[in-house]
């Protein structure tokens, strides 16, 4: 037996996603989003209202990073979600996270989170509070990288926001190999 929950903005994995974005003063933001994923092969697309600092911010810099938060940093990544820009404009600061400028985007990256989406803004409707960003660089620590020189989502340790208790969790251990365990049934 399946219970219903009717609709709610629940799906799993959830990202849990850190937007970086500077301030009209250069300072950096940051804000935590949880609904958002690629959208596109070059984009990405997130949930955020009107109503954040963050939004303001990217809105007239056309530019925003995106860190995966990870289980390192999980206090420091739901701070920069609770506190808002608009009341605390050193958050950053005050979560202990340090920040380079990009050199893809006029935006912020954040130095202790190992992996950063850097996006131009391609659109923002207001209504909906659809963000969609153009990806335009990928980089990563090489802390988190295999023998490949590839992103190795074990070393990253991201987490993912879990809606219905309200919880982050840890993503766990490699359990199948895409594009090739399925072939059994071909």
């Known amino acids: 037996m399946r219970k219903s929950f009717g609709p709610k903005p629940m799906v799993y994995p959830m990202p849990v996603f850190i937007i970086g974005t500077y301030n009209e003063d250069g300072t ?8 958002g994923g690629i959208s596109e092969e070059n984009e990405i697309s997130i949930c ?10 990217l809105l007239k810099r056309k530019a925003f990073t995106v860190s995966m938060a990870t289980e390192s940093y999980v206090a420091e990544c739901d ?4 506190a808002s820009g608009n009341n605390v404009p050193n958050k950053l600061k005050k979560a202990g996270l340090t920040t380079v400028k990009s050199e893809h985007v006029d935006a912020p990256i954040i130095c202790e989170l190992p992996m950063t989406v850097e996006c131009k803004l391609k659109s923002y409707d207001p209504e909906s509070c659809r963000l969609v960003g153009e990806i335009i660089n990928v980089c990563a620590d090489e802390s988190v990288l295999d023998e490949k020189g590839n992103i190795d989502a074990c070393k990253l340790k991201p987490i993912t926001y879990d809606p219905s208790n309200h919880n982050y969790i840890a993503l766990g251990e490699i359990v199948g190999k895409a594009f090739s365990d399925g072939k059994k049934f071909k």
């Open 28 to 35: 950096a933001n940051a804000m935590n989003a949880a609904w």
């Open 48 to 57: 955020i209202s009107e109503d954040h600092k963050t939004t303001e911010n």
């Open 79 to 82: 701070y920069v979600g609770i």
